[in-house]
């Protein structure tokens, strides 16, 4: 992650130079917004143990879910000299709603009671840095159609409920966590540019880390909560930028 992290900056860094050493091919900033379809596909694993045995409320299960997500986005276009070949590094921030709920039961054998589980993971802020790389389809440089290479960050957050049908009151747990995950973005696209603006169309692959070594304990019984998470998300997306 580290890696192409510092491989986006750094291409990034090598057009700026470039681009302010051609007069005739100076970078084209711009701003603006993207609306998108997110389709999240997460795989979770949810046990609890408790009088020393163990039981699943999910065992790598996969949950899908589809949302609206929103960023406000910021970069430059610059193109090759002599070619019709551009580079557009990109910034953004915005917001995700992707979720998967569950809500489950187990039955223990050792002590015959019914253990329950409610639980909710949920996109909320992303952030991330890619680089553009593509090719104008005619010579007036008006239509770009571009592969995007990346890395984002974004912070999901849990929150459960989790209690036993013998100790009602006693050993129910409330919790509310949040972590950022991290993901390579992988891309295609097409935009079209008219006066001092842009609109285009592009999809966007995210495979995020997983949340794991995620243990808490109940009071009172002991009980210990395990989970795991770790989602992927196919995004499509319209942008719609200003040209300064």
């Known amino acids: 992650m580290k890696r192409l992290l510092l491989a986006v900056i750094t291409l990034s860094t090598l057009c700026v130079k470039a681009g302010k050493s051609a007069e005739s091919t100076t970078p084209q900033f711009y701003a603006g917004v993207s609306v998108g379809h997110d389709r999240m596909t997460a795989k979770r694993t949810e046990q609890t143990t408790?009088?020393?045995?163990?039981?699943?409320?999910?065992?790598?299960k996969t949950q899908s879910s589809n949302s609206i997500n929103?960023?406000?986005?910021?970069?430059?276009?610059?193109?090759?000299?002599n070619t019709a070949f551009a580079l557009s590094p990109e910034i953004y921030v915005g917001q995700g709603n992707a979720q998967v709920t569950e809500q489950e039961k187990a039955r223990e054998q050792t002590a015959p009671q019914d253990v329950s589980l409610h639980s909710s993971y949920k996109q909320k802020t992303i952030m991330g840095i890619i680089l553009r790389m593509g090719v104008y389809l005619t010579n007036k440089q008006n239509d770009f159609l571009y592969?995007?290479?990346?890395?984002?960050?974004?912070?999901?957050?849990n929150k459960f409920t989790y209690s036993s049908a013998g100790n009602i009151g006693i050993d129910t747990l409330f919790k509310k966590r949040n972590k950022f995950l991290k993901s390579p973005v992988y891309g295609a696209g097409f935009e079209?540019?008219?006066d001092r603006f842009k609109i285009g169309i592009d999809?966007?692959?995210t495979n995020y880390s997983s949340w794991n070594n995620y243990s808490i304990e109940a009071p009172v019984t002991n009980d210990e909560l395990k989970k795991d998470f770790k989602p992927k998300i196919v995004t499509t997306s319209l942008t719609f930028c200003y040209l300064f």
């Open 50 to 60: 408790t009088n020393d045995e163990t039981l699943f409320f999910s065992n790598k």
């Open 203 to 205: 999809c966007r692959y």
């Open 147 to 157: 592969v995007l290479l990346g890395t984002e960050k974004s912070k999901f957050e």
């Open 192 to 194: 079209h540019k008219f």
């Open 70 to 81: 929103g960023k406000l986005i910021a970069g430059f276009l610059w193109t090759i000299p």
